[in-house]
């Protein structure tokens, strides 16, 4: 068994849903320790359970521990199966952060598979389902991975209740290495804006900032998707500005909060992705987290680079030295700054 000291790094849940979701892919069980020791309330949260809770079921696998605030868990993994499940966070956390966890281990599924899972749609501190479906989906599908994200109702802090279903028609039960170092040209950049429980205006004021800001910066004019709803338990806002290029995509999200002007919360997201475009480099700050464990799992060498060099990824990059065979990296970069990373994959599948 594989112990992991869920304190290393940035001792958050990341150590937990990575470790897990690659004891799955791989087969050997594992026991994680102080698990987010480093956090003002330890142990295991709703979503953070939820996550291991779905790796389980997809995979046959038991758990020992798995309860809220929880400080040790070990898993014992099975076979991942295809098939159709259903998991509920049971508040407004992190519908991404589970499928972070949940959608590496769908790709080595035996048949065709299908998630919905209810919670936290659009949420402070975590990608929103849209940088899901539009980046990330692009990212992964450059490795070998598609899968769909279909989003069936929004939601927000502190209501919860949105609803996502995700489907993975054809598991490759493999990753393919592939660099992220040349971007190629621009192809297209759009914002989505939505609001939903809130006067239409607060989307086309989002979307209005967010497109002159682009339009001014980049000398492209940006496509725009307005969306407005009553369907949600709770009021929200927020937008997605991403940019395509012909071998990456990168993206940049913001959430409207009480107070907050929707002009904000539309600049926000510009100027975030106008950032990261900055940086000459193909992953955005939230890529950069979640791109180094496909390219761990990969058969093959990958070149990365990433516009901020994360806790996040710092940590997963050290954690992966732990769980798996044959995967190497070599890191030049400095905390918060751009990054380059050569990862040398464990050939998983």
């Not at 709703?46 to 995979?59: E, G, M, N, T, Y």
């Not at 159709?84 to 956390?93: E, K, L, M, P, R």
């Not at 940049?252 to 539309?266: I, M, T």
Request: one cysteine or more; charged letters at 25%; aromatic letters at 6%.
């Amino acid at each position: 068994m594989i112990e992991v000291d869920g304190s290393m790094g940035e001792g958050g849940g990341q150590v937990l849903r990575t470790t897990i979701a690659v004891s799955a892919i791989t087969g050997k069980p594992v026991r994680v320790k102080n698990i987010r020791a480093k956090r003002d309330n330890p142990g295991l949260r709703p979503q953070h359970l939820i996550a291991v809770k779905a790796i389980a079921a997809l995979s046959g696998g038991k758990l020992v521990g798995a309860e809220i605030g929880s400080t040790t868990l070990e898993f014992y993994p099975g076979r991942i199966k295809g098939g159709s499940y259903f998991f509920d966070v049971g508040t407004a956390g992190s519908v991404s952060l589970v499928l972070q966890a949940l959608l590496p281990v769908m790709a080595f599924a035996e048949s065709p598979v299908e998630v919905k899972i209810v919670g936290g749609t659009d949420v402070p501190k975590a990608p929103t389902v849209d940088y899901m479906r539009e980046v990330l989906s692009r990212l992964t599908s450059s490795m070998g991975f598609s899968f769909q994200i279909f989003l069936e109702r929004r939601g927000h802090y502190p209501r919860g209740g949105g609803a996502v279903r995700v489907r993975v028609d054809s598991p490759p039960r493999a990753f393919k290495a592939r660099d992220f170092v040349e971007r190629g040209n621009l192809l297209r950049v759009a914002v989505r804006s939505h609001a939903v429980r809130l006067p239409r205006h607060v989307a086309e004021r989002q979307a209005q900032t967010a497109k002159d800001l682009l339009r001014r910066e980049l000398g492209a004019e940006p496509e725009v998707q307005l969306e407005h709803s009553e369907d949600a338990l709770g009021p929200g806002s927020g937008v997605l500005a991403w940019a395509v290029f012909e071998s990456t995509t990168i993206g940049a999200d913001s959430l409207g909060a009480p107070g907050k002007r929707a002009e904000r919360v539309g600049e926000e997201a510009a100027r975030v992705l106008l950032e990261d475009l900055s940086t000459g480099a193909c992953l955005d700050r939230h890529a950069s987290d979640m791109v180094p464990l496909y390219a761990a799992l990969s058969r093959g060498t990958s070149v990365i680079t990433g516009a901020a060099l994360t806790s996040h990824a710092e940590t997963t990059l050290e954690l992966l030295n732990l769980l798996l065979e044959g995967y190497s990296y070599e890191l030049e970069g400095s905390s918060g700054r751009p990054f380059r990373a050569i990862i040398k994959g464990a050939g998983v599948g």
